[in-house]
Nanobody, 123 residues
Framework: QVQLVESGGGLVQAGGSLRLSCAVS????????MGWFRQAPGKERQFVSA???????YYCDSVKGRFTISKDIAESTVYLQMNSLKAEDTAVYYC?????????????????WGQGTQVTVSS
């Protein structure tokens, strides 16, 4: 049974930091591409970041230089370190997994999803 379980969301002031975690089970984590997406109320789900099997990382323009994606293969966990948070980062954050070897930026390219974790940044 595939499970992706996010944690680490919460309420933080603008300029603060949070680290999201996504624990993965039931998948071949070592070779998966893992992505983080976010969805604000009334908006479409948006690509945030991805990390492929080799460790190469990808980011949307709005988070470059502020967010860092990483993974721990031994723990089958992917992380998203979010620094210098802004009010516009407020959203539900989802992790997702795919067997594709490239970093997809569209939700439809991912096979499995977590339940999401709320991140709220107060200004």
């Amino acid at each position: 049974q595939v499970q992706l379980v996010e944690s680490g969301g919460g309420l933080v002031q603008a300029g603060g930091s949070l680290r999201l975690s996504c624990a993965v089970s039931g998948r071949t984590f070592r070779t998966d591409t893992m992505g983080w997406f976010r969805q604000a109320p009334g908006k479409e789900r948006q690509f945030v970041s991805a990390i492929i099997w080799s460790g190469s990382t990808y980011y949307c323009d709005s988070v470059k230089g502020r967010f860092t994606i990483s993974k721990d293969i031994a723990e089958s966990t992917v992380y998203l370190q979010m620094n210098s948070l802004k009010a516009e980062d407020t959203a539900v954050y989802y992790c997702a997994a795919t067997k594709r070897v490239v970093a997809g930026r569209w939700p439809g390219e991912y096979d499995d999803w977590g339940q999401g974790t709320q991140v709220t940044v107060s200004s």
